[in-house]
Protein backbone atom coordinates (compact mmCIF):
# COMPACT_ATOMS: atom_id res chain seq x y z
CA UNK A 1 0.00 0.00 0.00
CA UNK A 2 1.25 3.63 -0.97
CA UNK A 3 1.93 5.66 2.77
CA UNK A 4 2.71 9.56 2.65
CA UNK A 5 4.63 10.73 5.78
CA UNK A 6 5.59 14.27 6.85
CA UNK A 7 8.32 14.14 9.57
CA UNK A 8 7.96 17.48 10.84
CA UNK A 9 4.34 18.34 12.35
CA UNK A 10 5.21 22.24 12.64
CA UNK A 11 7.84 24.24 11.07
CA UNK A 12 8.28 28.01 11.92
CA UNK A 13 9.73 30.63 9.45
CA UNK A 14 10.80 34.58 9.24
CA UNK A 15 9.50 36.54 6.94
CA UNK A 16 10.87 36.90 3.30
CA UNK A 17 13.06 33.80 4.80
CA UNK A 18 13.30 30.69 3.22
CA UNK A 19 11.85 27.22 4.42
CA UNK A 20 11.63 23.48 3.09
CA UNK A 21 9.03 20.90 4.26
CA UNK A 22 9.63 17.44 3.85
CA UNK A 23 7.54 14.64 2.02
CA UNK A 24 9.05 10.97 1.59
CA UNK A 25 6.70 8.27 -0.09
CA UNK A 26 6.41 4.70 -0.42
CA UNK A 27 5.23 3.25 -3.75
CA UNK A 28 5.71 0.36 -6.23
CA UNK A 29 3.78 2.22 -8.95
CA UNK A 30 5.62 3.98 -11.58
CA UNK A 31 2.86 6.41 -12.84
CA UNK A 32 1.56 8.54 -10.54
CA UNK A 33 1.44 12.02 -9.19
CA UNK A 34 2.82 14.56 -6.46
CA UNK A 35 0.99 17.33 -4.78
CA UNK A 36 1.12 19.95 -2.07
CA UNK A 37 -1.89 21.67 -1.07
CA UNK A 38 -2.17 24.42 1.81
CA UNK A 39 -4.96 24.76 4.11
CA UNK A 40 -5.08 28.62 5.65
CA UNK A 41 -6.90 29.13 8.69
CA UNK A 42 -9.60 29.87 6.67
CA UNK A 43 -10.17 25.89 5.71
CA UNK A 44 -10.20 25.91 2.40
CA UNK A 45 -7.89 23.57 1.28
CA UNK A 46 -5.67 24.88 -2.44
CA UNK A 47 -3.57 23.49 -4.18
CA UNK A 48 -0.18 24.58 -4.23
CA UNK A 49 2.01 22.59 -7.14
CA UNK A 50 1.88 19.51 -8.83
CA UNK A 51 4.76 16.78 -10.10
CA UNK A 52 4.50 14.25 -12.37
CA UNK A 53 6.40 10.96 -11.66
CA UNK A 54 7.96 11.34 -15.64
CA UNK A 55 9.03 14.21 -15.62
CA UNK A 56 12.71 14.72 -14.02
CA UNK A 57 12.45 18.84 -13.71
CA UNK A 58 11.10 19.41 -10.71
CA UNK A 59 7.95 21.88 -11.00
CA UNK A 60 7.96 25.81 -9.82
CA UNK A 61 5.12 27.89 -8.96
CA UNK A 62 6.28 31.45 -8.27
CA UNK A 63 7.52 31.46 -4.68
CA UNK A 64 6.53 27.45 -4.69
CA UNK A 65 8.68 24.73 -5.86
CA UNK A 66 9.99 21.24 -4.90
CA UNK A 67 12.64 19.37 -4.75
CA UNK A 68 11.54 15.60 -6.08
CA UNK A 69 13.92 12.96 -5.92
CA UNK A 70 11.99 9.57 -7.25
CA UNK A 71 14.74 7.26 -6.16
CA UNK A 72 14.95 8.40 -2.93
CA UNK A 73 10.86 9.23 -2.81
CA UNK A 74 10.82 12.32 -1.83
CA UNK A 75 9.13 15.41 -2.26
CA UNK A 76 9.75 18.40 -0.78
CA UNK A 77 8.64 22.21 -1.11
CA UNK A 78 10.60 25.04 -0.32
CA UNK A 79 8.55 28.36 -0.04
CA UNK A 80 10.94 31.29 -0.66
CA UNK A 81 10.42 35.24 0.27
CA UNK A 82 7.61 33.71 2.69
CA UNK A 83 4.77 35.46 3.40
CA UNK A 84 2.29 35.94 6.57
CA UNK A 85 0.18 34.92 4.05
CA UNK A 86 1.79 31.84 3.93
CA UNK A 87 1.03 30.25 7.58
CA UNK A 88 -0.91 27.05 7.12
CA UNK A 89 -0.99 23.81 7.11
CA UNK A 90 0.82 22.00 4.40
CA UNK A 91 -0.24 18.74 3.20
CA UNK A 92 1.75 16.39 0.38
CA UNK A 93 -0.26 13.81 -1.43
CA UNK A 94 0.78 11.08 -4.15
CA UNK A 95 -2.52 9.88 -6.57
CA UNK A 96 -1.43 6.85 -8.70
CA UNK A 97 -2.61 5.19 -11.75
CA UNK A 98 -4.78 2.95 -10.23
CA UNK A 99 -6.62 4.68 -7.61
CA UNK A 100 -9.66 6.19 -9.41
CA UNK A 101 -8.11 9.58 -8.60
CA UNK A 102 -8.21 8.71 -5.05
CA UNK A 103 -5.01 11.11 -3.36
CA UNK A 104 -2.84 9.54 -0.24
CA UNK A 105 -2.48 12.36 1.73
CA UNK A 106 0.47 13.00 4.93
CA UNK A 107 -0.33 13.89 8.47
CA UNK A 108 0.88 17.87 7.15
CA UNK A 109 3.11 20.16 8.70
CA UNK A 110 1.64 23.53 10.45
CA UNK A 111 3.56 25.91 9.37
CA UNK A 112 4.00 29.58 11.60
CA UNK A 113 5.50 32.65 10.00
CA UNK A 114 6.91 35.72 11.64
CA UNK A 115 6.79 38.57 10.87
CA UNK B 1 -13.10 28.46 -10.90
CA UNK B 2 -14.72 24.97 -9.63
CA UNK B 3 -16.69 25.22 -6.91
CA UNK B 4 -17.64 22.85 -3.68
CA UNK B 5 -20.27 23.75 -1.36
CA UNK B 6 -21.15 21.96 1.72
CA UNK B 7 -24.14 22.85 3.05
CA UNK B 8 -23.01 23.70 6.80
CA UNK B 9 -19.91 25.08 8.00
CA UNK B 10 -20.89 24.19 12.21
CA UNK B 11 -22.98 21.85 12.45
CA UNK B 12 -23.91 20.60 16.26
CA UNK B 13 -25.89 17.44 16.78
CA UNK B 14 -26.54 14.80 19.50
CA UNK B 15 -25.48 11.58 20.13
CA UNK B 16 -28.11 9.00 18.26
CA UNK B 17 -29.22 11.39 15.84
CA UNK B 18 -29.02 10.51 12.31
CA UNK B 19 -27.09 13.82 10.59
CA UNK B 20 -26.47 14.35 6.57
CA UNK B 21 -23.72 16.61 4.97
CA UNK B 22 -24.69 17.75 1.81
CA UNK B 23 -21.60 18.30 -0.98
CA UNK B 24 -22.84 20.32 -4.00
CA UNK B 25 -19.98 21.00 -7.17
CA UNK B 26 -20.60 22.78 -10.43
CA UNK B 27 -18.19 21.42 -12.79
CA UNK B 28 -19.73 17.92 -13.81
CA UNK B 29 -16.66 16.19 -11.98
CA UNK B 30 -17.28 12.57 -11.83
CA UNK B 31 -15.56 12.16 -8.69
CA UNK B 32 -16.26 13.06 -5.39
CA UNK B 33 -14.62 12.52 -2.20
CA UNK B 34 -15.46 12.47 1.91
CA UNK B 35 -12.81 13.21 4.08
CA UNK B 36 -12.52 13.68 7.73
CA UNK B 37 -9.74 15.87 9.52
CA UNK B 38 -8.30 15.08 12.82
CA UNK B 39 -5.27 16.85 14.19
CA UNK B 40 -2.46 14.53 13.81
CA UNK B 41 -3.62 12.33 11.72
CA UNK B 42 -3.93 14.52 8.42
CA UNK B 43 -6.97 13.38 6.28
CA UNK B 44 -8.68 9.91 6.31
CA UNK B 45 -10.94 9.35 3.39
CA UNK B 46 -14.43 8.14 4.20
CA UNK B 47 -15.95 7.09 1.04
CA UNK B 48 -16.06 8.03 -2.32
CA UNK B 49 -17.80 7.93 -6.02
CA UNK B 50 -16.63 7.88 -9.24
CA UNK B 51 -20.23 7.82 -11.14
CA UNK B 52 -23.80 8.21 -10.17
CA UNK B 53 -25.36 5.58 -7.81
CA UNK B 54 -21.78 4.21 -7.58
CA UNK B 55 -19.63 4.18 -4.03
CA UNK B 56 -16.77 2.91 -2.41
CA UNK B 57 -15.07 2.47 0.67
CA UNK B 58 -12.28 5.01 2.09
CA UNK B 59 -10.08 3.84 5.20
CA UNK B 60 -12.75 4.75 7.47
CA UNK B 61 -16.33 3.99 6.35
CA UNK B 62 -17.51 2.87 9.69
CA UNK B 63 -20.35 4.36 11.20
CA UNK B 64 -21.11 5.87 7.69
CA UNK B 65 -22.85 6.02 4.64
CA UNK B 66 -22.83 7.74 1.55
CA UNK B 67 -25.54 8.53 -1.63
CA UNK B 68 -24.99 10.09 -4.53
CA UNK B 69 -28.73 10.15 -6.99
CA UNK B 70 -27.15 13.21 -9.17
CA UNK B 71 -23.65 13.85 -10.81
CA UNK B 72 -23.35 16.94 -8.84
CA UNK B 73 -24.08 15.93 -5.06
CA UNK B 74 -22.40 13.56 -2.43
CA UNK B 75 -24.04 13.22 0.67
CA UNK B 76 -22.40 11.78 3.82
CA UNK B 77 -24.97 10.42 5.95
CA UNK B 78 -24.07 9.76 9.88
CA UNK B 79 -27.19 6.77 10.63
CA UNK B 80 -26.61 7.41 14.51
CA UNK B 81 -24.32 10.27 15.33
CA UNK B 82 -21.33 9.25 18.45
CA UNK B 83 -19.30 11.07 19.60
CA UNK B 84 -16.53 10.15 17.99
CA UNK B 85 -18.08 11.54 15.27
CA UNK B 86 -16.34 14.88 16.28
CA UNK B 87 -14.13 16.71 13.20
CA UNK B 88 -13.91 18.17 10.29
CA UNK B 89 -15.28 17.11 7.47
CA UNK B 90 -14.20 18.06 4.09
CA UNK B 91 -16.03 17.15 0.63
CA UNK B 92 -14.01 16.96 -2.40
CA UNK B 93 -14.21 16.60 -6.35
CA UNK B 94 -12.12 15.88 -9.36
CA UNK B 95 -12.37 14.93 -13.22
CA UNK B 96 -12.22 10.72 -13.31
CA UNK B 97 -10.42 10.51 -16.34
CA UNK B 98 -7.10 12.93 -15.45
CA UNK B 99 -4.78 11.44 -13.58
CA UNK B 100 -3.58 14.81 -12.77
CA UNK B 101 -6.68 16.53 -11.60
CA UNK B 102 -6.46 17.91 -8.97
CA UNK B 103 -8.91 17.68 -6.25
CA UNK B 104 -11.18 20.94 -5.28
CA UNK B 105 -12.66 21.27 -2.15
CA UNK B 106 -15.22 22.45 0.21
CA UNK B 107 -14.63 24.67 3.16
CA UNK B 108 -15.46 21.93 5.36
CA UNK B 109 -18.07 20.99 8.15
CA UNK B 110 -17.36 21.50 11.72
CA UNK B 111 -19.33 18.33 13.50
CA UNK B 112 -19.56 18.65 17.08
CA UNK B 113 -21.91 15.42 18.50
CA UNK B 114 -22.26 16.12 22.10
Known amino acids: AQTVTQSQPEMSVQEAETVTLSCTYD???????LFWYKQPPSRQMILVIRQEAYKQQNATENRFSVNFQKAAKSFSLKISDSQLGDAAMYFC????????????FGKGTKLSVKP | DVKVTQSSRYLVKRTGEKVFLECVQDMDHENMFWYRQDPGLGLRLIYFSYDVKMKEKGDIPEGYSVSREKKERFSLILESASTNQTSMYLCASSLLEALNSPLHFGNGTRLTVT
Open chain 1, 93 to 104: AYVGRGSQGNLI
Open chain 1, 27 to 33: TSESDYY
